[in-house]
């Protein structure tokens, strides 16, 4: 049965009401589906129906903790 639990949630930097959520989801696609992390935004702040979402592998957190400090540091300035 699939389940959301809430990880963690904080503001959507330079949004009125934006929200960035990150969960453990059990069983995603169905009975027997290995969970994932998912990564949802909200401009509005509805958590329920965010506007764009990822569903990571935990297999694959590492690589993409890495693929996303690359890009702070080569573009965020």
């Known amino acids: 049965m699939k389940t959301n639990t809430i990880i963690a949630e904080?503001?959507?930097?330079?949004t009125k009401e934006g929200l960035?959520?990150?969960?453990?989801?059990?069983e995603p696609y169905g009975e027997g589906s290995k969970p994932v992390v998912s990564i949802g935004i909200s401009l509005n702040g509805d958590n329920e129906k965010?506007?764009?979402k990822a569903h990571i592998p935990y297999e694959n957190i590492d690589d993409v903790i890495a693929a996303l400090k690359a890009a702070k540091e080569k573009?965020?300035?």
């Open 75 to 77: 573009f965020a300035k």
């Open 50 to 52: 965010p506007d764009w």
């Open 20 to 26: 960035i959520t990150v969960s453990h989801i059990k």
């Open 10 to 14: 904080f503001p959507l930097a330079n």
